[in-house]
């Protein structure tokens, strides 16, 4: 008994056109009724595996006899399926393949929406009936215009954020700490199921079930919930580029590349020592289309950041001279541009208000930009020029940043060719990297200094915000997946500084729209003085749409800067609402401007008005102006 697949359509499958795979494949609890016309309630198991000699399935429910329910081809589809009477969700299984090669090899279901936690490998027969409780969210969502709102993200592995804790457990403890911080968003490391706990999850095994080492699919989904009802968004890393080549996971699933392609020159990525999927396939078209859609849909996902594009875009990514060359002679690989073009449009059709964020380290013309318009269709890239740039200057003596003083500026030289997010993600942080903190010079209040100023740089940038877990309160070590984040350290001076600083940072990064209003059009930005490599200052104003405006000055020499002369676009009152030498930050709480200061008709840095302000010894100050003041002749948003 097949439970019903001979009368299905699978034409959307073999098409690329299937959208919703885990509906058909997979493990499915269903009532039918038998030859008697009785109701029989079981579960439904089908697979695709169009090379295998036979397949069975066999589990807790058979006491693990590989002999007794053999799958049923159904013809032309390269699909399996049986129905077992008496079996329900909580039910363990594998497939036992007999491939094309020859071999016996036992298989997790790839469609498997649940999975054993890790180091245990076996698929679990699931049916979800949680109630959503954020309707408000999704409905502000399906309105949204995330580049024209805040995004402030806070980037978490979700095993080393706090050890041990689970789905239920992070429900409560993560939402209040990324609430009381003030992030808009949260964003996860892989969460699909991969099978090493002490990792990061980008060798995902399982791609449609939740890490069951945290709890069950319905826990994941109350823990996203609740984020949604304290008003964050989540995000979670995809990992569609590549995938790992445990025995009894994707690869030769049916004793053949099925998934993967069978040269090695395509069909493995030596970095990591992964298979790659096979993109112009169209079943796996389908398969990888679906787990995007499957994540927003089923768990009401707000975003996804896709992993490694590169890895995907270039057939001679970490091959040497060893790749095979696209149909024009080319090293553009033009099936995987067309699966990103296509899943990107479908899921911007298809869920208002969602986002796909491109981890993208090259030049690649057009990540953010639309399909119809020739891009790749994502919403957002990673700026990892910036990143690296920044990150280089923030190392060197400050003695010595003079001569780098155009690592900090160059980025806007390019900061409206694409929709960009800021990161100082993970990867900043493991790997002999070093810790934030400890990349920045000097003793311990220069490094926090340091990091004060640099943050606030950061925030005030075009671009949206991202930050990895631990460095909002100055982590020393590297980042250790299995020992987690060292909580100790942010209730001691400069740590806790820090902390309360980014609480800070967040809270006047929602309040003030120039921060991020325009961040992808240049109107928003505008330098007052791009060029003081002498002072190790650099000076600029955001705007909004309206001209509101907010000047930011940062500086990153150890001495203060009194009476700096600084053009802005009105004359009046502008109040400092950021100063991150205060003594709350940990900082000296000796410079300062008193709260406010005045700026006068006097032309400066070609501005029609200017203002003397003190910027203190390695910290940002930041103005806004109020418009109650004295009045001004407006020079707008030149």
Same mark, same amino acid.
């Given at each position: ?18 959208t919703?795979?885990w ?19 079981g ?5 695709w595996?169009?090379?295998a000699?036979e397949v /069975? @399935?066999y589990? %807790? ?15 032309g589809?390269? @699909?399996w399926?049986?129905f077992?009477?008496d079996v ?14 020859g071999?016996w090899?036992d ?6 929406r649940?999975?054993?936690?890790a180091?245990?490998t ?6 979800s ?5 954020? %309707? ?36 409560d403890e993560?939402v ?7 992030y ?21 095994t ?11 699919? %319905? ?8 984020? *949604?009802?304290?008003?964050?968004? @989540?995000i ?7 995938f ?5 996971a ?11 392609h069978a040269?090695p020159r ?13 993109f ?14 499957y ?7 707000d ?20 790749w ?14 067309d699966?990103?073009?296509y899943v ?8 208002p208000?969602i ?8 030049s ?6 639309p ?5 790749l269709?994502?919403g957002?890239?990673?700026? #990892?020029?910036w ?9 060197h ?10 690592? #900090?500026?160059f ?9 960009? @997010?800021?990161p100082?993600? *993970?990867?900043e ?29 950061m ?18 070590r ?11 350290v942010s ?6 500084g820090?902390q309360l ?8 990064? /929602? ?15 505008r ?14 104003? /955001?705007?909004d ?20 002369l =600084?053009?802005?676009? *009105?004359s ?14 940990d900082?000296?709480?000796e410079w300062?401007?008193?709260?406010e =200061?005045?700026?006068h ?5 070609g501005?029609?008005?200017s203002?003397?302000?003190t ?9 806004t ?14």
């Amino acid at each position: 008994m097949t439970g019903g697949l001979h009368g299905w359509d699978f034409d959307g499958f073999h098409s690329g056109g299937d959208t919703e795979l885990w509906k058909r494949l997979g493990s499915h609890v269903l009532t039918l009724d038998d030859a008697d016309g009785r109701s029989v309630t079981g579960t439904r198991f089908a697979v695709w595996a169009p090379n295998a000699r036979e397949v /069975r @399935v066999y589990g %807790d429910f058979n006491g693990w006899n590989g002999e007794s329910h053999p799958l049923e081809l159904i013809p032309g589809s390269g @699909v399996w399926g049986i129905f077992v009477p008496d079996v329900g969700a909580g039910a363990v299984y594998k497939y036992k393949i007999h491939g094309a090669d020859g071999r016996w090899v036992d298989k997790a279901d790839p469609m498997a929406r649940f999975a054993q936690g890790a180091p245990d490998t076996a698929s679990i027969v699931w049916e979800s009936n949680y109630a959503w409780n954020d %309707d408000d969210w999704i409905a502000r969502r399906a309105a949204s215009q995330p580049h024209a709102e805040p995004m402030s993200i806070y980037e978490v592995h979700l095993g080393g954020w706090r050890p041990g804790k689970t789905y239920l457990e992070l429900a409560d403890e993560l939402v209040e700490y990324a609430s009381w911080q003030g992030y808009t968003h949260v964003e996860f490391l892989p969460l699909a199921q991969h099978p090493f706990l002490g990792s990061w999850g980008y060798q995902v095994t399982g791609y449609f079930a939740p890490m069951s080492n945290y709890g069950t699919p %319905d826990e994941f989904r109350y823990l996203v919930d609740r984020l *949604h009802q304290a008003g964050i968004g @989540v995000i979670m890393d995809w990992v569609p580029g590549h995938f790992p080549k445990d025995d009894w996971a994707l690869g030769r699933f049916d004793g053949t590349a099925l998934y993967e392609h069978a040269d090695p020159r395509q069909g493995e990525q030596p970095d990591w020592g992964t298979f790659v999927f096979n993109f112009g396939r169209n079943e796996v078209k389908s398969f990888l289309v679906s787990n995007a859609l499957y994540w927003i849909h089923e768990f009401h996902i707000d975003g996804l950041r896709v992993d490694a594009v590169a890895s995907m875009l270039y057939l001679d990514y970490s091959r040497g001279d060893d790749w095979v060359p696209n149909a024009y002679g080319g090293r553009e690989n033009l099936e995987a541009v067309d699966f990103l073009r296509y899943v990107n449009k479908h899921l911007y059709e298809r869920e208002p208000g969602i986002v796909t964020i491109a981890e993208e380290s090259t030049s690649w013309p057009g990540v953010s930009k639309p399909v119809h318009e020739g891009g790749l269709g994502f919403g957002f890239k990673w700026n #990892m020029g910036w990143m690296n740039d920044s990150l280089t200057y923030l190392a060197h003596e400050p003695i010595h940043r003079q001569y780098h003083h155009n690592q #900090m500026t160059f980025a806007l030289m390019y900061a409206f060719s694409e929709n960009f @997010v800021l990161p100082i993600s *993970h990867d900043e942080v493991v790997h002999g990297k070093g810790s934030m903190i400890n990349k920045a010079p000097g003793d311990d209040w220069q490094k926090f200094a340091n990091l004060r100023a640099y943050y606030a740089f950061m925030w005030a940038h075009p671009g949206k915000q991202l930050i990895f877990m631990g460095n909002e309160f100055g982590q020393r070590r590297e980042f250790d997946e299995i020992r987690g984040l060292e909580w100790w350290v942010s209730d001691l001076w400069g740590h806790r500084g820090l902390q309360l600083l980014f609480r800070r940072l967040n809270a006047l990064y /929602r309040e003030n729209s120039p921060l991020w209003q325009l961040d992808s059009d240049p109107r928003g930005f505008r330098w007052i003085n791009a060029d003081d490599a002498g002072n190790n200052v650099f000076t600029f104003v /955001r705007f909004d749409t309206e001209g509101r405006a907010l000047a930011c000055a940062v500086n990153f020499a150890p001495v203060p800067r009194p009476d700096y002369l =600084v053009g802005l676009p *009105h004359s009046g009152r502008w109040v400092e609402v950021l100063n991150t030498d205060a003594a709350e930050f940990d900082g000296s709480g000796e410079w300062g401007n008193q709260g406010e =200061v005045q700026a006068h008709e006097i032309p400066a840095n070609g501005f029609d008005h200017s203002a003397e302000i003190t910027i203190p010894p390695l910290a940002a100050v930041w103005f806004t102006f109020d418009p109650t003041g004295q009045p001004d002749g407006d020079a707008g948003m030149q």
